[in-house]
């Protein structure tokens, strides 16, 4: 898998993640304001060819009244072996909104992303199908996508498709078949719905699993959402693939980890079963000769 495993960063190369967090909150209760904010280094990743690119993220959640502003800044620099800085990039968000609003909830930034005061939400599931769990009959046909070499691709659809989605995938563990992400695909960009603020699904996604989006793309409008323990959602409304406007998309790392093994199980295998099949040729051939 080449997921990140807390801001879904994408890594390649050997990648280490380090997380250093800084929480401050101060409240006044003569004027009802309340500004919570976090500083962290979301990731750290080193490419192949040696660049060490380090990711720093400023959150703040600022309430006055029934209003509340977000706001979030990425800063990340690339920098070679030798510790110069080779790129130094900025991305900034921010939004508004009544507390009143239809759908809105209140809530500040924590340390572990989900949003204060809430029960932890159930994320074992996603589109019906339950992560860890085996999936597929003999008849299901297995396929592979490029993206994922560690896994195996099935197409399916949930019982509750979502609107405007063309296709839905579940990947699968290579030997168990135990499910390890799902993704929902458009043909075309998904509409925002209507009196737009953000698009319907962030805040869908933000109701179900109980968290907050994190935009984790600085060319296209992509957020990322940890939606339980090893498990991370991402939505991409725009651009998503060379055949797809929008995916959503989400994984339990967990599960990953065990298709890794699986997989690196079965090449030691087709290892064996080669260098025995060659060594029978030898033979066979030695004894013709």
């Known amino acids: 898998m080449k997921h990140a495993t807390f801001f879904a960063v994408v890594a390649t190369g050997a990648a280490a993640a380090g997380a250093a967090a800084l929480a401050l909150g101060t409240a006044d209760p003569a004027s009802g304001r309340d500004v919570s904010s976090r500083t962290e280094e979301s990731s750290v990743t080193t490419n192949d060819n040696g660049v060490v690119s380090r990711a720093y993220t400023e959150c703040s959640v600022t309430t006055n009244g029934n209003m509340v502003t977000e706001r979030r800044r990425e800063t990340r620099t690339n920098m070679d072996q030798d510790g110069n800085v080779l790129e130094t990039s900025t991305s900034e968000f921010a939004q508004s909104y009544s507390v009143g609003d239809p759908g809105v909830v209140a809530f500040a930034a924590t340390a572990d992303g989900e949003k204060s005061g809430q029960e932890p939400r159930d994320s074992s599931s996603f589109l019906g199908l339950a992560f860890g769990e085996p999936y597929g009959t003999e008849e299901t046909e297995f396929g592979s996508d490029p ?16 609107e405007g989605f063309d296709r839905y995938f579940a990947y699968v563990t290579p030997k168990t078949h135990r499910v390890v992400k799902i993704r929902a695909c458009a ?6 719905g209507p009196r737009w603020r ?26 990322a959402f ?20 929008t995916i959503v998309e989400a994984w339990d790392n967990a599960v990953a980890a065990e298709a890794v093994r699986e997989a690196e199980e079965l090449r030691a295998e ?11 040729l030898v033979d066979a051939a030695a004894a013709a000769f």
């Open 147 to 162: 993206e994922e070499p560690a896994l195996l691709r099935a197409a399916f659809v949930p019982k509750t498709p979502l």
């Open 198 to 223: 953000r698009h319907y699904l962030i805040e869908a996604l933000e109701r179900r699993y109980g968290t907050w989006a994190r935009p984790c793309s600085y060319r296209r409008p992509c957020f």
């Open 187 to 192: 043909e075309h960009a998904v509409e925002p």
């Open 270 to 280: 087709a290892r064996k079963n080669a260098a025995e099949r060659r060594s029978r």
């Open 226 to 245: 940890r939606i339980g323990q090893d498990r991370f959602a991402t939505v991409c409304l725009a651009d998503a693939s060379p055949e797809f406007q």
